[in-house]
């Protein structure tokens, strides 16, 4: 398996996992949404509450040449590190939702 198909399936682990944790409810959903051809993967959730719409992202991955680029990140666990721990080295991270300049002072990469 290539690096890019690895970190498809790492970004995709990340996201059913925090999908099957979600307290989502009978109208309330997660939905994954991956799209291999252009590399962009994200977990959203849609539905109602009452006479409220619910849509927004969860998490919003992007692979951007050969870099797993964090683009969103609304859960409290630290993605960043669980894929260092899967074997992605820091230098293949992008902490996107970080402006360029405060991306030079992470252990993470830069662009």
Request: overall charge negative; charged content about 25%; glycine content about 8%.
């Amino acid at each position: 398996m290539d690096k890019i198909e690895k970190y498809r399936e790492f970004i995709k682990q990340i996201l059913t996992n925090h999908a099957e944790l979600s307290p989502g409810n009978d109208t309330v959903k997660p939905e994954l949404i991956y799209d291999n051809e252009n590399n962009h993967y994200q977990l959203i959730y849609v539905g109602w509450e009452g006479n409220k719409r619910v849509f927004g992202p969860v998490m919003h991955f992007d692979i951007i040449d050969g870099k797993i680029w964090i683009q969103y990140n609304g859960t409290e666990e630290y993605v960043a590190q669980t894929l260092v721990e899967k074997g992605v080295p820091k230098s293949d991270i992008v902490i996107g939702f970080h402006s360029p300049f405060k991306r030079q002072f992470t252990s993470y990469a830069v662009g």
